[in-house]
């Protein structure tokens, strides 16, 4: 008799223990978010290639992964919005259409202006990511969320770590085209096979649109309309910003344009304030940016891409120095591909075990680990460059970027409801790009206009020492941001559960994952 009634009510309630169904929806989710940062970290390594396939200017050929870097703070929070109020398996389907479609183009682009709609396509792909945390959510209790969330970073950071690796290997083995192709099919794929397994997901979004769902804060049932004014205008407003972080270092930080930029980017984002306090449902409530759970990890996220932005510039510059200078080591670009790859694949392994520590420590702890670890991922290169030492100094940097990371996003998804889940994750992650874009900025100023060194001269060790030690003075002080966090006290272990709908209970069957 108590079995019957734990299952009426776990019908009612569309709750029951993960099944087959939803270990394939994971891993689809996990696949489709590896070939898309792959996908989207190919232009790193294969830029000197593509200058020289297209006969493009490098100054001209940096604005590619500066219209990367727009286009996905543009559409990342529109994602988080639409999955919070369609749902991510429509969202899902077409974000992937227009990275599928981005994909296609750049591959098969034979000019500057087609390759660059093809990454401004391809930038899109970052809305995968509020859109994954949106199905975790629903996926999994609140108590066993920070292990998922941790697997889900480590599949992204796994993709980044792909695309770095073997864009080279396949464009020399295969073709430029190729090098493209092949994550796109990749992502396409994984879809599909999303599409497929995430049919019949419960979620904030399909109880509002069911008949007596959840109502609106207009009183009525279903889900709300896009905050359309609201994100062309946050659109504008980054896409300023992030154009002025791109062309002041070229143009001068007090010449007119970049006076015009900075200026025309404050205007608009304070526009956007002032809209998004008027709209009825608005895409991002300004109220939501002043809870302590989206803030908090809004700083520290732009802290922490600051940081790791930095030394992953550094590096590089660092090591394809010819060795008679007595810094670098000459280095190719594949070698120094491989060096990069420390780092991430430190991520990789690293960010489970954060989900994993942030539910039995707090995420605090772990956000904190993550920044002390960032900083001794800076200093360490600040005064050591053989090759073991700088690998130990990335490794670092890898492992503080992952902690980070996963704290950030574990705190902002715990500080909102289901319905704004998207948005709040969107935000994190427009946050780590801004702080990657000033960081990159910062790191080339001081290497470039630092008074010890010799204008006009070779970069010198004072100058990569004043850049790192600069960034580790930023992650020390994003330690005390840490704080700021809501505090969340370690969880009892309970089983996990899975939404699905009550009419169907058959879709995702009972027993252990397969």
Not at 55 to 72: F, G, M
Not at 76 to 85: E, Q, Y
Not at 315 to 330: E, F, M
Not at 347 to 374: C, D, E, K, Q
Request: net charge positive.
């Amino acid at each position: 008799m108590k079995r019957s009634a734990t299952t009426s009510g776990s019908a009612e309630t569309g709750d029951t223990p993960p099944g087959r169904r939803a270990t394939l929806l994971f891993l689809a989710l996990a696949v489709t978010a590896m070939a898309v940062a792959a996908l989207e970290s190919l232009i790193l390594p294969a830029l000197p290639m593509l200058q020289s396939d297209l006969d493009i200017r490098p100054a001209k050929a940096a604005t590619w992964a500066v219209a990367l870097t727009v286009s996905a703070a543009i559409s990342t929070p529109l994602a988080g919005s639409l999955a919070d109020l369609h749902g991510p398996r429509r969202t899902m389907a077409g974000v992937l259409l227009l990275v599928t479609c981005g994909g296609l183009v750049s591959a098969a682009a034979h000019s500057y202006t087609m390759f660059l709609v093809g990454q401004i396509l391809m930038g899109t792909g970052t809305g995968v990511i509020p859109i994954g945390f949106v199905v975790l959510r629903s996926l999994y209790a609140p108590d066993r969320l920070k292990a998922p969330m941790g697997t889900f970073m480590a599949a992204i950071t796994a993709g980044n770590c792909a695309g770095v690796l073997f864009a080279g290997p396949i464009a020399n083995s295969l073709s430029r085209a190729w090098m493209y192709a092949l994550p796109t099919l990749c992502a396409a794929a994984g879809g599909v096979l999303f599409h497929l397994t995430a049919a019949g997901l419960r979620t904030p979004a399909s109880e509002m649109a069911r008949p007596g769902g959840k109502a609106r804060p207009g009183g009525k049932a279903g889900p709300s309309r896009v905050d359309w004014p609201g994100a062309a205008t946050l659109a504008v407003g980054l896409a300023l910003l992030f154009i002025w972080l791109d062309r002041a270092p070229k143009d001068g930080w007090g010449a007119a344009t970049s006076l015009a930029l900075v200026a025309s980017s404050v205007v608009v984002l304070v526009g956007w304030v002032y809209v998004e306090n008027r709209v009825e449902h608005a895409m991002v409530a300004p109220a939501l940016l002043r809870r302590r759970g989206i803030w908090g990890p809004v700083s520290v996220g732009v802290a922490q891409g600051w940081i790791y932005s930095m030394v992953v510039y550094l590096v590089p510059q660092l090591l394809a120095l010819p060795k008679a200078t007595g810094l670098g080591l000459g280095a190719n670009a594949s070698e120094i591909g491989y060096y990069l790859c420390a780092a991430l694949a430190a991520a990789v392994l690293s960010s489970p075990l954060a989900g994993l520590a942030a539910r039995h420590v707090g995420s605090r702890v772990v956000a904190g680990v993550g920044m002390v670890s960032l900083a001794a991922g800076a200093l360490t290169p600040a005064y050591h460059h053989e090759p073991w030492q700088i690998v130990c100094g990335l490794v670092l940097t890898g492992i503080g970027a992952a902690a980070g990371s996963t704290a950030i996003f574990v705190v902002a998804a715990s500080a909102v409801a289901p319905e704004q889940l998207g948005v709040a994750t969107a935000l994190t992650t427009v946050a780590r790009a801004l702080g990657g874009a000033v960081g990159t900025q910062v790191a080339a100023l001081i290497m470039t206009h630092n008074p010890i060194l010799v204008p006009g001269g070779p970069p010198s060790d004072d100058g990569f020492r004043i850049a790192y030690l600069t960034a580790m003075a930023i992650a020390v002080a994003a330690v005390g941001l840490v704080f700021a966090f809501p505090r969340d006290a370690p969880a009892r272990p309970t089983r996990s559960r899975v939404r699905v709908p009550a009419a169907a209970p058959s879709s995702l069957p009972d027993g252990p994952p397969a």
